[in-house]
C-alpha cells in the first residue's frame, strides 16, 4: 500500500510562487514515476508534470513548461513541484499521484495511488 500526502497550497497573488511537497510512505520509489495533476471547477483533471526517479526524467504540461519544476528527494521519499509566475488560471486543486505498474507519465487513468490533494488559488 502506498499513501501520499500533499501539502503547501494557499492563497497568492499572481505573479507570485509556491512549492507543493508530496510525501510518500508504504514503500521505496528508487526507480518509480510519480507525477502532479490538477482539477479546477467545472473542468477535468489535467495532467502539469512527472518525475521518473531512477534517471531524474520529466515532463511537463504545455502550461506549466517555463514556470513550474518538479524535483525528488529519494531520502525524504518526497516530490516537489515550485510554481512561479502563478496566474489565475493556475487556481485548483493540486494532487499528487503514483502508478502501480508501467505508465504514460502523462496519462491519469495509469495512476493508482492519489493523495487528498492541497488547494491553490491565484488572486488577480
Known amino acids: 500500500q502506498v499513501q501520499l500526502v500533499e501539502s503547501g497550497g494557499g492563497l497568492v497573488q499572481a505573479g507570485d510562487s509556491l512549492r507543493l511537497s508530496c510525501a510518500a510512505s508504504g514503500r521505496t520509489f528508487s526507480k518509480f514515476v510519480m507525477a502532479w495533476f490538477r482539477q479546477a471547477p467545472g473542468k477535468e483533471r489535467e495532467f502539469v508534470a512527472a518525475?521518473?526517479?531512477?534517471?531524474?526524467?520529466?515532463w511537463y504540461a504545455d502550461s506549466a513548461k517555463g514556470r513550474f519544476t518538479i524535483s525528488s528527494d529519494n531520502a525524504k521519499n518526497t516530490v516537489y513541484l515550485r510554481m512561479n509566475m502563478l496566474k489565475p488560471e493556475d487556481t485548483a486543486v493540486y494532487y499528487c499521484?503514483?502508478?502501480?505498474?508501467?505508465?504514460?507519465?502523462?496519462?491519469?487513468?495509469?495512476?493508482?495511488?492519489w493523495g487528498q490533494g492541497t488547494q491553490v488559488t491565484v488572486s488577480s
Open positions: 518525475i521518473r526517479w531512477n534517471d531524474i526524467t520529466t
Open positions: 499521484a503514483a502508478p502501480n505498474r508501467w505508465v504514460v507519465p502523462t496519462r491519469m487513468t495509469d495512476y493508482a495511488y
